[in-house]
């Protein structure tokens, strides 16, 4: 919706029209507010016969957490999941957005979408933009090409790796990889291995919280284990809710006690 | 900062077969209140309606930039919009503006019509999607109203026990807030009828 006002709405992409009021309120004194972000654990690793993706489920705004229980693992395609990390609003558009792109090009090739494909998306917008769109993405799937995971960072960088952690909790969760990774892990050791990362970050990062979210990708297709393992149930609530009725006074009346026979015979009673 | 300059809060809660969205009424400039009857909750459906708590111009614009782009949908769709749909249509609105957004952080509270399923959400001003099943606020007392909303609200609570929790919760959040409060409205929405209250409170 830009000039006149019989324009048709805006075919899409970015609209730049509201910057240089913002700047000038900015030059006022007055400060940008902060963008949710998702703080963030999320971590991929290679085993046997795929990728396993992890993630934990707070997402924050400034100190507040405003949602106990996201989601951060992103669709792509059926066989490729992405994590995201960073301006939540950012990671959510741009997967939506490669995600519609591959869902294109799979029509106009007649192929499975491959994991490199929607990497060389992601780098590109991301590059286009200079790092301003925040998101950091962990993207895995298994493709005819056998599994693969890629780091995907800001500015458009990419990392190829075996095992891959992102975040503000990546160190703790880098950590636990970097100590119990091995090559050709079985789908049981991987996702042990896994929701150790993560919880790792859960626990020690204050960006990350909540619960392990897992995705599984086989060749075989693909289990989205949501909330996989819940670490922190609430256990202080009052299970009837609070009651604002004003009592005046109570008064308890103890029943009488029945009388017991200790000897002899038992009155008959009807 | 920015989203506290006209001061505001808007809480919406999910309960059983109902949603109820409430807000203060404050309009002010700084420290200077200006009106006790200013809107923030915009009704977009018989059974939707939007909280647009920020900047208030911002919010007098979004909400006529979503009146438009909701009535064209109608138009071309030739049916009423879901809340989840228009939940959408929201976030693309202010995600369109990444790089230059408008100052609200919109909270919609709805019912499908078809299924009637309660619905609610709330977006940061760029537009990310948060989609619980209990409650959301948005405003400059946000940290008061996640106590509150936190401490009383409970799963399936019937239409009037659910305006008793959300006014409660609203009125003793922005008590504690001084650029929000003199007044508040409270919508509950049910399947077959919308009630609109206005809520005693402090005027300070």
């Known amino acids: 919706m830009t000039k006149t006002a019989i324009d048709l709405p805006p075919k899409g992409g970015f609209s730049f029209d509201l910057c240089r009021r913002n700047a000038f309120l900015e030059s006022q004194g007055a400060k940008m507010p902060k963008f949710r ?33 996201c989601e951060k693992i992103h669709y792509l395609a059926p066989n490729i999941y992405c994590c995201g990390a ?80 992102m975040g503000s909790g990546s160190l ?19 996702i042990e291995v896994v929701c150790a990362a993560i919880c ?30 819940q670490p922190n149930p609430r256990s202080y609530t009052h299970s009837k809710g609070y009651h604002f009725t004003t009592i005046l006074s109570s008064k308890i009346r103890s029943l009488r006690n029945h009388v017991r026979v200790v000897e002899g015979d038992a009155m008959e009673e009807e | 900062s920015i989203m506290s300059y006209n001061g505001g809060v808007v809480i919406a809660m999910k309960g059983k077969g109902c949603v109820a969205i409430a807000a203060d009424r404050r309009l002010g400039v700084r420290g200077h209140t200006v009106a006790m009857d200013f809107q923030k909750i915009f009704e977009m459906g018989p059974h939707l309606y939007v909280g647009l708590p920020g900047l208030a111009t911002d919010t007098i614009t979004v909400a006529q930039r979503l009146k438009f782009r909701l ?23 202010l995600y369109e503006r990444r790089f230059g957004p408008y100052f609200v952080e919109p909270v919609i509270a709805g019912i499908d019509t078809k299924t009637g399923e309660p619905y609610i959400c709330n977006t940061d001003l760029i537009g990310c999607l948060n989609e619980p099943d209990d409650f959301v606020v948005s405003g400059t007392c946000v940290e008061q109203a996640f106590g509150m909303c936190e401490a009383l609200w409970e799963p399936d609570l019937e239409p009037l026990d ?30 077959d009828k919308v009630t609109v209250r206005t809520v005693k409170t402090r005027m300070d």
């Open chain 1, 200 to 229: 790792a970050g859960i626990f020690n990062d204050l960006g990350s919280g909540s619960n392990v979210d897992l995705c599984v990708i086989t060749k075989g297709g693909k289990e989205y284990l949501r909330n996989y393992q």
């Open chain 2, 71 to 93: 009535n064209m949908y109608e138009l071309r769709e030739n049916r009423r919009i879901t809340p989840k749909t228009f939940a959408s249509v929201v976030a693309n609105l």
């Open chain 2, 162 to 191: 659910l305006f008793e929790t959300i006014s409660q919760a609203l009125v003793n959040a922005f008590d504690r807030d001084a650029m929000s409060g003199w007044g508040a409205v409270v919508h509950v929405i049910e399947k």
């Open chain 1, 37 to 69: 972000k998702t703080g963030t654990t999320i971590v991929g690793l290679v085993f046997k016969d795929g990728v396993i993706l992890g993630a934990d489920t707070r997402a924050t705004e400034g100190e507040i957490v405003c949602d106990k229980n």
């Open chain 1, 86 to 165: 960073g301006t939540a609003a950012d990671t959510e558009n741009v997967t939506d957005m490669v995600s519609s792109q591959l869902e294109l090009h799979r029509y106009a090739t007649s192929r499975e979408s491959r994991v490199v494909t929607a990497l060389t998306m992601l780098k590109s917008h991301l590059f286009g933009y200079q790092g301003q769109v925040s998101a950091a993405l962990v993207l895995g799937g298994v493709d005819v090409t056998g599994p693969h995971l890629h780091a995907v960072y800001p500015h458009g960088s990419t990392d190829t790796l075996p095992f891959a952690t």
């Open chain 1, 172 to 190: 703790a969760a880098m950590a636990v990889f970097e100590s119990r990774f091995k090559e050709g892990m079985t789908k049981e050791q991987g």
